[in-house]
């Protein structure tokens, strides 16, 4: 448990979104993977709103753009900790970032899935079929 003495102070909390920027910033600047994932969603937006989808639909679009990036973020901390623990190739560290590549693949599925379900009937109801 965390021994936490300070008492709860405003300007730390809204300085802890500036940590969480920081690493945002720090995705985009090192994976290449956040920017196809930057322009899948964007795409998503785009048919969205063409194609008028529902709010339930809207929500689980959401709810996969954010599954897919939380789950890249965890990958990019996972390998950078793997990175600052051993320099060498280290057995353990390769299957802890193989399992955090396989959740973010994973993750990217299950959003195609859903995105093919959701945008398919739309696509087809849009031209006639």
Do not use: Q, Y
């Not at 048919?47 to 709810?63: K, Y």
């Not at 793997?82 to 993750?107: C, R, Y």
Request: hydrophobic share 60%; with cysteine.
């Amino acid at each position: 448990m965390s021994k936490n003495t300070k008492p709860f102070s405003v300007k730390e909390r809204i300085r802890s979104f500036g940590f969480a920027f920081k690493g945002f910033a720090h995705l985009f600047k090192t994976e290449h993977n956040a920017w196809l994932h930057l322009f899948v969603t964007l795409l998503a937006i785009v048919f969205g709103v063409w194609l008028a989808i529902s709010m339930v639909e809207w929500l689980l679009i959401v709810l996969c753009i954010g599954f897919v990036f939380t789950a890249e973020i965890f990958n990019t901390a996972i390998e950078h900790l793997g990175d600052a623990v051993s320099k060498e190739k280290n057995e353990m560290i390769g299957k802890a970032k193989d399992l955090a590549a396989a959740g973010v693949l994973l993750s990217a599925l299950v959003a195609v899935v859903i995105g093919l379900a959701i945008f398919i009937p739309h696509l087809m109801s849009k031209f006639g079929l």
